[in-house]
């Protein structure tokens, strides 16, 4: 149970961090609105709230000291500076570190955490300083008491509501309830100050009661079940043997109560502490509680009444939602894929009967196909998410690694309303981080650079995404000085990625920046350094079944592109036939298909052939014989010719044998069945119920003949040229 | 009868410790998200005690407080008030709108119910 409210404490963190980060960012933008600035401290003060409840004193210390800082702010004692703000982003980001490690379990970083509190510490006064966070108040007041019951006293209790008492709720007869659960207690009402009924004023408080409590429970048990009628009442709780005279009257107290009083507890001496005559504590002034009570309510009424009403103006309240586990988005998902699959096998069936006249049964089965793309769109939708949180979060990074490079960039989204499969922003949050520190760090000049060559001082990263063709397109695009091409062709040579002597145009040169093992940092930076190169970006990306390319312009900036499909469950396929086996080509991957015929076939060299298309050439490649199905025949036309786009733009032709059908196909993994195999991506099952392997023309191209492609590319670019 | 407790925070988190600990003690939970959503569907709940965060959007404690007590209401339930701080200007406040006490947070289950006790009656 504890653990189920836990998980949802974390999550709300997440959403109160994104919150916290998106209201410091308009702040800083300029936004003055007094509702930011509350909305900031709210989920500061919710993230203190509930990690307070699970014990998480690291978090709720911090939270408390970044919270009064702030509250300061939200009451005007400090002016929101730069200096400031940068610091409340940095607060904000170490909360949530903390928020991580009471998580996920580890260490913040001590050092970081101690100049954080110093640095909170000097905008907060002498007093708030002092005043550490301790729960205090009835909890801290009520101690149970211990199973060893402990000598019973016995308590005289005279209680006398003032009227404002009765404006609060607070009922005398539920105080004596709960009185009640402590000890025997005797109730005796003093009516005396009654008026008569002419004399009665409305809402005056009249009556008194006198109690008796015997108990083992201590004094302060007895004080916090008065503890919300405070200064509400006039209050005195005396135990037995405080006076000694006493003892008499309260004897004839009780016998007047008809009780008969345990005649060794009164004789009984009660300890020290219990016994001491204290003079009557509780009551406050009555008046000064009169007085204060009508202004409090005018200020505060005044406060907020034009405030309530503007946020409710504001906000027309939030689209009803509705929160799901997961699993159970995942279960649906996997329920449509069999549908979709479920409708090929019926089509197929319907097809394959010896019926007369199928039009009736193929028009439902239409309809059919209809609602089930229907229903997948729908359960797309619920598995979507705007990509707003993950770009917040990428703001951070920026910040972070201006920080560490000594850069001045700022980070502009664009698009962040662009819903994608959640899948896809969990996996997409790495690799932009990566593109994101590699911009600062190599992308972004020095500010003393930046404005040497005539630029703004402050760099700027724009963070884009947008639905392009059914598929998501995110670009990271910095206004730093651009790629330098010699030097990374150079460091691509000395590294032996490419051959001395290559030729290579500017995009082959910019994408070189993805090969494994390539890293221009001469020394591995702390940041975008680390040892790994953009191929891990590169992986991540097409392990989405998405590309990634990169563009640059010298001295104005570099772009990122990442084209990511919109779901990972389905896709649209090509279904072909490759050396007698069925496989699907992804359709997004095809420019264009063609029969083949043997006059567009050209041999080039001992092994290479290349397929002439309307005047242009482009490299064969033979899908069976990459793949290991049968070797090469050069020069015999293959039945069809797929031409496919890979990443960087180099456009190759795929050799298949036949085309039968293009349809929506359900990805199903192979991950725990038979391992990454070269070429193919993952499995489908089709209308027959046979499998087939989805094949990855990129992975294809490259592994059968890399180095032949950029060879032939050139050989004929020049071929051409002359 | 089931005791009726209507909880008023915009935390999912406290809301859940709130309904966790209340449903087991046998109390009849229902909860809003702020207090404008609080105090619009009290007549609805009818509840028999309202526990209300004060740092909430679209309407704080105070003023859940103040609009529950008001002429158009005019309730006479119980209102504690749930506070991370116990200072005593909070809770001067939260009393002279009309609050009838206070929860600290973080809380525990015994003095949650121990303070709807105090304000109720209720053993749940």
Same mark, same amino acid.
């Given at each position: ?156 209790? *005279? ?42 004023? /409305? ?19 007895? $004080?916090?079940?008065? @503890? ?13 043997? /405080? ?29 020290? @502490?219990?016994?001491?005559? @204290? ?110 949180? &993950? ?24 698009? $962040? ?18 593109? &994101? ?118 001295? @104005? ?156 590319? *050139? ?8 | ?29 229902? %909860? ?6 609080? !105090? ?12 209300? +965060? ?20 005019? %309730?006479?339930?119980?209102?504690? !008030? ?25 809380? +525990?289950?015994? %003095? ?13």
């Amino acid at each position: 149970m504890t653990g189920s409210i836990m998980d949802t404490f974390f999550e709300e963190c997440e959403e109160l961090l994104e919150a916290m980060d998106a209201g410091l960012a308009a702040i800083e933008e300029g936004d003055q609105d007094p509702e930011t600035v509350n909305a900031v401290f709210r989920a500061v003060h919710s993230i203190k709230g509930g990690a307070g409840a699970f014990g998480l004193d690291e978090l709720v210390a911090f939270a408390h000291n970044f919270e009064t800082v702030f509250d300061d702010v939200r009451s005007n004692k400090l002016e929101l500076d730069e200096k400031l703000i940068q610091l409340l982003f940095r607060a904000s980001d170490h909360l949530a570190d903390l928020v991580t490690c009471a998580r996920d379990g580890g260490q913040v970083d001590q050092a970081h955490h101690d100049v954080l509190i110093a640095a909170l510490a000097e905008y907060m006064s002498e007093e708030e300083e002092d005043l550490t966070f301790e729960p205090m108040g009835m909890g801290a007041a009520f101690d149970p008491a211990p199973l060893s019951a402990a000598q019973e006293i016995s308590y005289d209790i *005279r209680f006398h509501p003032l009227k404002e008492m009765f404006a609060t709720g607070n009922e005398p007869y539920f105080l004596f309830q709960a009185l009640s659960d402590l000890g025997a207690l005797s109730v005796k009402l003093d009516d005396s100050e009654l008026p008569g009924f002419d004399a009665m004023e /409305d809402g005056e408080s009249y009556l008194s009661w006198e109690l008796t409590l015997v108990t083992g429970e201590p004094r302060s048990a007895i $004080e916090a079940v008065f @503890e919300f009628v405070e200064g509400l009442c006039e209050l005195s709780i005396s135990a037995d043997g /405080d006076v000694e005279a006493e003892a008499d009257a309260l004897a004839a107290l009780n016998a007047a109560f008809g009780m008969a009083p345990a005649e060794e507890e009164n004789a009984v001496v009660a300890p020290l @502490e219990q016994s001491a005559p @204290e003079p009557v504590e509780t009551p406050a002034p009555a008046e000064v509680e009169v007085d204060e009570a009508p202004e409090v309510p005018v200020e505060a009424a005044a406060d907020k009444a034009p405030a309530a009403k503007k946020d409710a103006a504001k906000t027309s309240g939030p689209k009803p939602t509705l929160r799901v586990e997961l699993d159970r988005v995942d279960r649906l998902i996997n329920a449509v894929g069999e549908l979709i699959i479920n409708h090929s096998m019926l089509a197929q069936q319907i097809a394959n009967l010896d019926a007369s006249d199928t039009r009736d049964v193929e028009t439902e089965l239409e309809g059919f196909k209809t609602l089930a793309r229907d229903i997948q769109e729908g359960v797309m939708a619920i598995r979507a998410q705007p990509v707003k949180p &993950l770009f917040q979060r990428m703001a951070r990074i920026v910040r972070e690694a201006s920080a560490a490079t000594g850069k001045t960039a700022k980070l502009v989204t664009i698009g $962040e309303t662009t819903e994608v499969d959640k899948t896809v922003i969990e996996r997409l949050a790495d690799p932009l981080t990566h593109i &994101l520190r590699n911009a600062v760090d190599h992308g972004i000049e020095l500010p003393e650079n930046r404005a040497a060559a005539g630029k703004n001082p402050v760099g700027e990263i724009r963070l884009t995404a947008a639905h392009r063709s059914g598929s998501v397109c995110i670009e990271v695009k910095d206004d730093g000085a651009g790629l330098n091409r010699k030097k990374i062709r150079q460091i691509a040579i000395d590294k032996g990625l490419v051959p001395e002597d290559v030729e290579l145009t500017d995009s082959e040169i910019d994408n070189l920046l993805f090969l494994p093992g390539f890293s221009t940092a001469k020394e591995i930076s702390n940041l975008s350094g680390r040892g790994v190169g953009l191929d891990v970006v590169k992986n991540a990306v097409t392990a989405l079944g998405g590309r990634v390319n990169i563009s640059s312009t010298p001295g @104005e900036g570099s772009m990122f592109s990442i084209i990511l499909p919109l779901t990972l469950a389905v896709m649209d396929g090509m279904v072909v036939s490759v050396a007698g086996h069925t496989m699907v080509v992804p359709i997004t991957a095809i420019v264009e298909t063609m029969r083949g015929n043997a006059d567009m076939i050209n041999s080039l060299g001992s092994d290479g052939t290349l397929l002439s298309i309307r005047g242009s050439f482009v490299p064969i490649c033979d899908v069976a014989s990459s793949l290991g199905l049968r070797s090469s025949s050069h020069n015999e036309p293959a039945g069809v010719y797929l031409l496919v786009e890979t990443e960087n733009g180099d456009r190759c032709a795929l050799a298949v044998d036949d085309i039968h059908d293009q349809r929506q196909v359900v990805i199903k993994s192979l991950d725990g069945v038979c391992g990454n195999v070269p070429g193919v991506s993952a499995a489908t099952i089709l209308g027959d119920g046979k499998i087939a392997m989805i094949l990855d023309p990129e992975s294809i191209v490259t592994a059968s003949s890399s180095a032949a492609v950029f060879d032939t590319d *050139r050989r004929m670019s020049n071929a051409i040229a002359s | 009868m089931k005791t009726k407790v209507l909880a008023i925070d915009d935390s999912r988190t406290i809301r859940n410790l709130l309904a966790a600990c209340l449903e087991e003690a046998g109390f009849e939970y229902h %909860s809003a998200v702020d207090g404008r959503e609080g !105090v619009d569907i009290y007549p609805d709940v009818a509840p028999d005690v309202v526990i209300t +965060d004060i740092n909430m959007p679209n309407l704080d404690g105070f003023g859940v407080i103040e609009e529950l007590r008001g002429d158009g209401i005019n %309730s006479k339930v119980p209102i504690l !008030v749930l506070t991370t701080e116990s200072s005593a200007d909070l809770k001067a406040r939260a009393r002279a709108a009309g609050a009838t006490g206070w929860i600290t947070k973080p809380f +525990d289950d015994e %003095s949650l119910i121990f303070a709807l006790k105090r304000v109720t009656g209720a053993v749940a």
